[in-house]
């Protein structure tokens, strides 16, 4: 009989949580394909003077939503988010840490209170079965549903970040960091 440890458990957990991360990077990234698509063909078609499908507009709305939902978590892992360095060009490097520390500990408990509210609303919608009328009737809970996953997850990388102690903001204007 073979005893697995904790470690191995919380190894795939991690790998799991990896690979959904990267899937929704590769999600959104295929949506910007799909919307550039989508427009390309609807003036197109307008300009060709035939009536175009309301069905492209609903999808480029929904897409607009859904893409930083799911590029979001990538792009907190890759540093990619932007900030203002002003502030943390003028203090030295202990100052610079406990500002990112500060920064990082805010970040986590923004994301925690948007996904806890962000699920709030994708049950209310849920349980209320509620529809997002458009050129088609789409439960609400679908759409809404992305706002929860992706802020935990920011949270998530975040928090890893903070744990770690890891600067998640990137060199100061281009310099090396210590």
């Given at each position: 009989m073979k005893i697995t440890t904790g470690s191995s458990s919380f190894s795939r957990l991690f790998r799991g949580y990896d690979a959904l991360l990267y899937a929704m990077a590769?999600?959104?990234g295929l949506l910007i394909v799909a919307?550039?698509?989508?427009?390309?063909?609807?003036?197109?078609?307008?300009?060709l003077g035939y009536q175009s499908s309301a069905h492209f507009f609903t999808f480029t709305e929904y897409?607009?939503?859904i893409v930083p939902c799911l590029g979001g978590p990538w792009l907190v892992r890759e540093k990619g988010h932007i900030y203002v360095e002003i502030l943390l060009m003028y203090l030295?490097?202990?100052?610079?840490?406990?500002?990112?520390?500060?920064?990082?500990?805010v970040c986590v408990v923004v994301c925690a209170v948007l996904a806890w509210y962000g699920l709030q609303v994708t049950l209310q919608d849920y349980f209320g079965n509620e529809k997002d009328v458009r050129s088609l009737d789409m439960p609400r809970w679908i759409i809404v549903g992305f706002v929860p996953l992706s802020f935990a997850m920011m949270g998530l990388e975040f928090l890893r970040f903070?744990?770690?102690r890891e600067n998640f903001l990137g060199s100061l204007a281009g310099q090396a960091e210590e």
């Open positions: 590769w999600c959104a919307m550039m698509g989508v427009i390309t063909i609807d003036v197109v078609v307008r300009n897409a607009l939503l030295g490097p202990r100052g610079r840490a406990a500002l990112r520390l500060a920064i990082g500990t903070v744990l770690r």
